[in-house]
């Protein structure tokens, strides 16, 4: 019996279609995936939230500012108020938690901007904004000497008395500057007053010299006095020294002259007087 020759295998038309579509299906489905990947990144992005270091959702005055994100981290993030004074801060838990190391100022809005990164690489940046309570009990600051004219004499220290005690007196010091347009150097010290109030005097090294233009800056806005009692602006003062010694008795006029002041009546009395 003989046994006719083998014929060739030869694959039916549907198995062809099949096989021809499979690199096809392929392709449309990491493209699916892809689309998946890319919508679902979308629909979670990293969401930033603001609260107080403490955790309470409400930001009052004196607390720490804490800005966080979940489903990423933070990659930069500044925080200023309205004259774009930053408050200062830094990183923690990975880079998921920004806080201040500063304190919040009180009835203050500040514009936070929040730079972020998701799980997944994609980098984007959130804005928020939100304003800080006002507070019950305030501390406040007066001036001495106060110019007249913008001038004051040349052994006049700078003094400034709070109408309230001051707890940390170094926090108030770190926020006290004495700008003048000759270096001219000084030291603050603490003096008590007869009120018992706080006092805190800057005097030069060595005496005014006469012409000197002096910017007193106080920047307490925002600082805890003591006891919940915040300082609520920042203050200062300008003025010049006086070009000559600070009081000269002028006979032929029978005045004295103050720098700045000009002429004002001697209290003069004639012999026997």
């Known amino acids: 019996m003989s046994l006719s020759p083998a014929r060739p295998f030869r694959p039916s038309r549907s198995l062809c279609i099949a096989l021809a579509l499979m690199p096809v299906l392929g392709v449309g489905t990491l493209a ?29 005055a004196g607390d720490q500012l804490r800005v966080s994100a979940d489903g990423g981290v933070l990659t930069a993030v500044t925080v200023t108020d309205p004259r774009g004074r ?18 919040a100022a009180p009835e203050t809005k500040y514009s936070v901007l929040a730079r972020t ?16 309570g006002k507070v019950a009990k305030r501390n406040r600051v007066s001036f001495s000497p106060r110019p007249r004219g913008g001038v004051v004499g040349v052994d006049d220290p700078i003094r400034l008395t709070f109408a309230f005690p001051i707890r940390d007196r170094g926090v108030v010091e770190r926020r006290l500057s004495v700008i003048t347009d000759n270096r001219s150097e000084g030291a603050w010290s603490w003096e008590p007053t007869h009120g018992g ?9 060595h005496e005014w010299k006469p012409g000197t233009k002096v910017t007193v800056r106080a920047e307490l806005n925002g600082v805890d006095s003591g006891d ?3 300082f609520t602006k920042d203050y200062g003062l300008r003025f010049t020294v006086g070009r000559s010694a600070p ?27």
Not at 86 to 103: E, I
Not at 197 to 205: F, G, M
Not at 247 to 273: E, H, K, M, N
């Open 117 to 132: 990164k998701s799980d997944d690489g994609a980098t984007t940046e959130a804005k928020e904004s939100l304003t800080t």
């Open 86 to 103: 930053q408050l200062v801060g830094g990183f923690s838990q990975g880079g998921t938690v920004w806080t201040s190391r500063a304190k």
């Open 197 to 205: 109030k706080d006092r805190i005097v800057w005097r030069p090294t």
């Open 247 to 273: 009081v000269r008795s002028d006979l032929d006029s029978d005045a004295y002259i103050t720098p700045g002041l000009g002429p004002t009546p001697a209290l003069w009395q004639g012999p026997g007087g």
């Open 32 to 60: 699916a995936c892809d689309a998946a990947r890319a919508s679902a990144s979308q629909e979670r992005p990293v969401k930033v939230g603001l609260g107080s270091a403490s955790g309470n959702p409400t930001v009052q």
């Open 228 to 230: 919940g009692r915040f």
